[in-house]
């Protein structure tokens, strides 16, 4: 169980985290829940520890499916494709003119997809304060296999708020970094009471 191996985690308190969503669902017919998997790091490390969030709240629409953390939003999607389909009917057409062949870059969301993300804390915290702490999860999706998506997080406990209102939108976000893209299946919106515990 999630509450039995806060030993895992890191006692180490400081102020530059990362944060990447991974998974999650809600469910919300005006009132409702979620349950939403997170990977939390130091900038510049590569140990990640696992969060999941359980929580309930006011809400409407299921939402299922990987949150908004640098996945191509549809827009994006389409440009990209178009970009990478044009280039190669281009060169296609040069080779046939009997110039010589250019590289064309492959179609790629890798290094976008799955990112980390830098938020901004008010409290140094470390892993082990995260457990068992108290937070909120607010979502808004819209999504049929690929969509939109905005997750926004807080975490805190007593009067120590360790990151307040910070987005998990990655590199594929846009309007300031807050809307990013998602997969899955989902068109609803919601705001999640619960804790934060460590998996």
Not at 21 to 32: D, I
Not at 141 to 166: D, E, H, K, W
């Amino acid at each position: 169980m999630p509450g039995n191996r806060p030993s895992t985690a890191s006692a180490q308190r400081h102020s530059e985290w990362q944060v990447r969503p991974l998974v999650g669902g809600a469910l919300h017919f005006t009132g409702g829940g979620t349950v939403q998997l997170f990977d939390f790091r130091k900038r510049g490390t590569t140990t990640a520890y696992q969060f999941v969030f359980v929580g309930g709240g006011a809400g409407i629409g299921p939402q299922l499916g990987g949150a908004s953390t640098g996945f191509p939003t549809p827009h994006e999607f389409i440009a990209r494709a178009g970009r990478f389909l044009g280039e190669n009917i281009y060169e296609t057409v040069r080779q046939m003119a009997g110039r010589r062949r250019r590289h064309v870059e492959n179609l790629d969301f890798s290094d976008s997809i799955m990112s980390f993300v830098d938020i901004e804390t008010e409290t140094p915290f470390s892993a082990l304060d995260l457990h068992q702490a108290t937070g909120r999860v607010s979502m808004a999706s819209a999504s049929l296999a690929v969509g939109y998506a905005v997750c926004i997080i807080t975490a805190q406990r007593s009067s120590r708020v360790y990151f307040n209102s910070q987005s998990t939108a990655g590199t594929g976000a846009f309007n300031q970094g807050t809307v990013g893209g998602t997969a899955g299946v989902s068109f609803g919106a919601s705001i999640n009471l619960g804790l934060w515990l460590r998996v």
